[in-house]
C-alpha cells in the first residue's frame, strides 16, 4: 500500500503531473475550491476524471504544500482490501501522513464506487471538517443513489465528466475562435473527421496509428462493459448482456421499443430494459424520447439510443464506419450533452428533426446532416418548419460538417464547431 500511495501522489516531489489537455471542467471545480462542499465528478470511464482531478493539483500545489494533498486511485488492485472495508480509508490517510509527516488537507479519492458505503467515510470525515476540500469521482450515475447516499444530502456539488468536446480539442491545438479555423480549415476538417471516426477520449485525440485507437477503443468498450456493467449490476447472463449491447451499438440513432430489441435478439423485454440502463448508468449510451407536451405521449413513444463516444461505436460495431450519415448524428447529439444541454427529445411523425433540445423554457430544434446537399435539402428543411409550426420553435439549425449558409426560411446552417454558440 504505501508504495502504490507513494506512486499515485508524485507530486508530493514537487512535481506537477503532466497532463496535456486542459478541461473546461476545471474552472468550476477552482470557483468552487473555497467553498466546504464535497466535489463530486461522475462520468463514462476513461473520459478523463483522474486528469481533471490531477489538473486541480496542479493548481493546488502553486500555493499549498504538495504535501498536504493526497490522491488515491480505488482502480488500483493495490487498494482491494478497502472494496468492503469504507473506514480503512483512514488507514491510507494515516500512513500518508506518516510518509510525509505533514497533514492532509486536500483529500481525493477517484472512482470511489470500488468502495462499499463509501458515503459512510466521507460523510463522517466532512462533519468533523477533517479535511479542507474533499474531492472525489465515479463511474456511475447511480453514485448517490445508494442505501447511505442521503447522509450527504446538500453537501456535495456534482459535476459530470465527458470525453472531450470539440471545443476542448480545438483548443488544444490552437484553434479557438472561427477566425483560426477557417484560416486552417483543411487541417480543422482532417481533426473533425477523424473524431467523428475515432471519437474524443483523451488519450485517443492524441494518438496518430489508427491500429493503435481501435485495440484502445476496443478494451475500453469491454471494461466498461465488465466493471461499470455485468459486476456493477450482478449481471448473471453475460453472453445475452453483451449479445444485446453489441446489437444496439449496430443500431444506434434508430427508433426502437424494447419490444422490439427482444424481438430482433431473442431476449426477453424484462431483460432488454434491465441491460438498457445498466449501460445508462454507465454513460455509455442516452436514451432520448419523442418531445411531446403530454407526458404520457412522451413516455409511450419509441425512442432513440445515442452513444457518448463515436470511437466506441466504430470499435465495436460492423457498419456504422461507413454510414457517415449516423456517426455525424450520433457525434452531434454527444456534442449537446457537453455543451450542457441534459433536455434532448426527437420528433418523428409526419416529418422528422433529430432533436428538440430545452434550453430554459425555450425551444432549439436540430438536424445534423453531414452534408446539405439537393438530395437532402427539402428533407432536413421541411422536418424544421414541421416544428416550428407545431410547437412555435423560433431558433432553427441544420448542423453539418463544415457548411454555413442562412436559407429563406431563417434556419441557419452552421458548422459543427458553431453548434457550442447556439
Known amino acids: 500500500m504505501q508504495n502504490a500511495i507513494l506512486l499515485h501522489n508524485q507530486h508530493w516531489q514537487n512535481k506537477g503531473f503532466n497532463i496535456i489537455i486542459k478541461r473546461h471542467l476545471l474552472d468550476k471545480l477552482l470557483k468552487f475550491h473555497l467553498t466546504k462542499e464535497i466535489q463530486i465528478i461522475t462520468g463514462l470511464r476513461r473520459s478523463g476524471k483522474s486528469s481533471l482531478l490531477k489538473l486541480y493539483i496542479n493548481e493546488l500545489i502553486k500555493t499549498e504544500n504538495p504535501k498536504s494533498i493526497l490522491f488515491i486511485n480505488f482502480d488500483d488492485p493495490n487498494f482491494s482490501e478497502i472494496y468492503k472495508n469504507p473506514e480503512k480509508i483512514y488507514t491510507i490517510v494515516e500512513t500518508a501522513e506518516k510518509l510525509t ?185 442516452y436514451e432520448i424520447s419523442q418531445f411531446s407536451f403530454k407526458i404520457k405521449k412522451q413516455l409511450k413513444s419509441k425512442r432513440k439510443l445515442y452513444s457518448i463516444d463515436n470511437g466506441l461505436i466504430t470499435a465495436t460495431s460492423l457498419n456504422f464506419s461507413e454510414n457517415k450519415g449516423k456517426l455525424f448524428e450520433n457525434f452531434v447529439f454527444s456534442e449537446l450533452l457537453k455543451y450542457g444541454y441534459n433536455n434532448i427529445y426527437l420528433y418523428n411523425e409526419k416529418k422528422e428533426c433529430d432533436f428538440i433540445v430545452k434550453k430554459g423554457k425555450q425551444l432549439i430544434a436540430i438536424q445534423a446532416t453531414f452534408e446539405i446537399n439537393a438530395k437532402n435539402r427539402d428533407r432536413e428543411i421541411n422536418g424544421l418548419i414541421s416544428v416550428q409550426k407545431k410547437f412555435q420553435i423560433s431558433k432553427l439549425y441544420i448542423v453539418t460538417l463544415s457548411q454555413s449558409e442562412t436559407t429563406n426560411n431563417n434556419i441557419s446552417i452552421i458548422p459543427i464547431y458553431e453548434l457550442r454558440n447556439c
Open 101 to 285: 509527516q505533514t497533514k492532509i488537507k486536500f483529500l481525493f479519492l477517484d472512482e470511489i464506487q470500488s468502495v462499499s458505503s463509501w458515503e459512510k467515510y466521507i460523510k463522517s470525515v466532512y462533519d468533523a471538517e477533517r479535511f479542507d476540500k474533499i474531492c472525489i469521482t465515479g463511474s456511475n450515475s447511480k453514485l448517490l443513489l445508494g442505501n447511505y447516499s442521503s447522509l450527504l444530502s446538500g453537501r456535495y456539488i456534482v459535476s459530470q465528466m465527458y470525453p472531450l468536446s470539440l471545443s476542448e480539442i480545438l483548443n488544444h491545438y490552437n484553434f479557438s475562435d472561427n477566425l483560426t479555423i477557417l484560416q486552417n480549415k483543411p487541417k480543422v476538417l482532417n481533426l473533425l473527421e477523424n473524431c467523428i471516426k475515432h471519437g474524443t477520449f483523451p488519450e485517443i485525440v492524441l494518438k496518430n496509428n489508427k491500429q493503435i485507437k481501435h485495440e484502445i477503443l476496443t478494451n475500453y468498450y469491454d471494461s466498461i462493459l465488465i466493471k461499470d456493467c455485468v459486476i456493477n449490476k450482478n449481471i448473471r447472463d453475460h453472453k445475452s448482456f453483451k449479445e444485446l449491447s453489441f446489437y444496439i451499438f449496430n443500431n444506434l440513432a434508430v427508433l426502437y421499443s424494447y419490444n422490439s430489441l427482444s424481438k430482433a435478439t431473442g431476449i426477453n423485454d424484462v431483460s432488454v430494459k434491465e441491460y438498457i440502463n445498466a449501460m445508462q448508468e454507465a454513460f455509455l449510451i
